[in-house]
């Protein structure tokens, strides 16, 4: 925003100038998600892009491809607009507005969304040649919903946070999250800490080598058992970076860095890390190391 301020000033014979002065403040941050593809956003709120980090990570732990997070999400966007409801048509539920009744667990199970996209993916391959069916097709083949095509429209978002999510766009996902200051949550709940992140990642990925460090508030992840080749690694580290951002407004998380980047809460976008000996140094080929902000 820029204010504008006109005073007077006195000038030599007398004479008045008009002075316009010329005051530059920062534009206030758009909050909210965003991954990118082919220079295309596409948006989501930090609630969404969580449930779409938890949706995707299941899907690299089973060694799936990108393809079966595309399926996924676009399913989710369509069923419930990637939100774990607890409502729906008759008795359907959660992400992917699953069935108790039909046997896609219980009402706790479906809920909770590494159960509901475990269920979603078993189903999933199942389907003969899914791979090369339609995004649109693969996804009403599990799902057998009155709309059929109604999961194209969500195609394009959900190649790109799937992209993203994965690893095959480094730097591809990003939030744009108000900055912590480290204060105690005003509800008097307890804070998140760098344990309850590796937690959330073991539920996510299954379990990963990783350290913690509680006087840093840091996880250093090492994501090379989901790669098998130095490209899979990093594309396994960018996997996990990305989950760390989309969930960083639920985990308190303020930095997150891999390969040479840094992502920072109060910021927009990626950068490049300081390699000066600190905490923002490269964590290693493969690695990540995640900060929260208690």
């Known amino acids: 925003m820029t204010g504008t301020f006109v005073g007077l000033v006195a000038a030599g014979a007398g004479a008045v100038v008009l002075v316009a002065r010329h005051f530059q403040h920062p534009a206030p941050l758009v909050l909210g998600c965003t991954a990118t593809a082919d220079d295309v956003g596409w948006p989501l709120t930090p609630d969404q892009a969580d449930n779409a980090a938890t949706i995707t990570a299941v899907t690299v732990r089973r060694g799936l491809p990108a393809r079966a997070a595309t399926v996924a999400l676009a399913t989710a966007q369509q069923e419930s607009k990637l939100r774990n409801i607890e409502y729906g048509d008759r008795d359907s539920l959660g992400l992917f507005q699953q069935r108790p009744s039909q046997g896609w667990g219980t009402d706790a199970q479906?809920?909770?969304?590494?159960?509901?996209?475990g269920e979603f993916l078993d189903h999933l391959v199942q389907v003969p040649d899914w791979q090369k069916l339609e995004i649109t097709v693969a996804a009403q083949r599990v799902q057998r919903s009155a709309?059929?095509?109604?999961?194209?429209?969500?195609?394009?978002?959900?190649?790109?946070?799937?992209?993203g999510l994965t690893g095959w766009t480094p730097a591809g996902v990003t939030?744009?999250?108000a900055a912590i200051d480290g204060a105690a949550p005003a509800?008097?709940?307890e804070p998140l800490t760098a344990d309850d992140v590796a937690d959330r990642l073991d539920q996510d990925y299954g379990t990963l080598p990783h350290t913690v460090d509680t006087a840093a508030r840091t996880v250093t992840v090492d994501a090379r058992p989901l790669g098998s080749s130095s490209a899979a690694d990093a594309r396994a580290a960018w996997s996990v970076a990305s989950w760390a951002v989309a969930?960083?407004?639920?985990?308190?998380v303020v930095r997150v860095?891999?390969?040479?980047?840094?992502?920072?809460r109060g910021q927009e976008g990626w950068h490049t890390a300081d390699d000066d000996g600190s905490a923002a140094?490269?964590?290693?080929?493969?690695r990540v190391r995640i900060t929260v902000a208690h």
């Open 187 to 189: 509800d008097g709940s």
């Open 247 to 252: 969930t960083a407004s639920a985990q308190d």
């Open 257 to 264: 860095d891999v390969d040479g980047q840094s992502w920072v």
């Open 147 to 163: 709309y059929p095509q109604a999961y194209a429209i969500h195609e394009a978002s959900a190649r790109a946070w799937a992209s």
């Open 175 to 177: 939030c744009t999250l």
């Open 281 to 286: 140094a490269d964590p290693g080929a493969g």
């Open 110 to 117: 479906i809920l909770d969304p590494v159960h509901a996209t």
